[in-house]
């Protein structure tokens, strides 16, 4: 009798055994982006806190013992209710190794099949309304630790407007030529 109650109680252990349910906690750090740009008075759109960019590209490559590769490629990012949110596909943070991150706005950045830093392709419009400004940002070295990535964004081309404006009918004003100084 004492063998029948020792072997139902090992059974009732392996069935408790096999219904406990363990959870098993995988924390795994999102990729998360916070966007700072210079402040280009004279651009057309200087993006802050009072004028928010609505979205940006951008693509990762990830190094470990000297040894590039491409990590993602041309995600979009968007900016939704006070934070940057990846609308292409939530991307965590390696285990080791650095990352570094390419981003754009208002152009298209092309990826050769080696992960080399990409180029960009922009055309501007021909009419200067229908023109936007080039921005870029760059990070390097980059490890979960350094989360969210501040993207410092900065301007590869601005548009600037000239116009000139006579009130005077009797006075007559032709203009021979526009220069730009003292560009950075």
Request: neutral net charge; aromatic residues 10%; glycine residues 4%.
């Amino acid at each position: 009798m004492k063998k029948i109650f020792i072997l139902a109680a090992f059974a009732v252990a392996a069935l408790a055994s096999c219904q406990k349910n363990e959870v098993i906690d995988v924390k795994q750090n999102e990729i998360k982006f916070s966007v700072v740009t210079e402040n280009q008075t004279k651009a057309e759109e200087v993006f802050c806190a009072n004028n928010i960019m609505e979205s940006f590209t951008v693509t990762g490559t990830y190094t470990k013992d000297a040894t590039t590769s491409w990590y993602f490629k041309n995600d979009v990012i968007n900016y939704e209710v006070d934070k940057w949110v990846n609308a292409t596909n939530t991307r965590y943070w390696s285990a080791d190794g650095t990352h570094t991150f390419y981003a754009i706005v208002n152009g298209n950045m092309n990826t050769a099949d080696t992960p080399e830093p990409p180029t960009v392709s922009f055309t501007p419009e021909t009419t200067v309304a229908e023109q936007k400004d080039l921005l870029y940002a760059v990070a390097t070295g980059k490890t979960k630790a350094a989360t969210p990535i501040n993207l410092n964004f900065r301007h590869a081309l601005s548009q600037i407007e000239f116009r000139a404006k006579n009130t005077n009918t009797k006075l007559y004003v032709e203009i021979s030529g526009v220069r730009v100084g003292q560009t950075p």
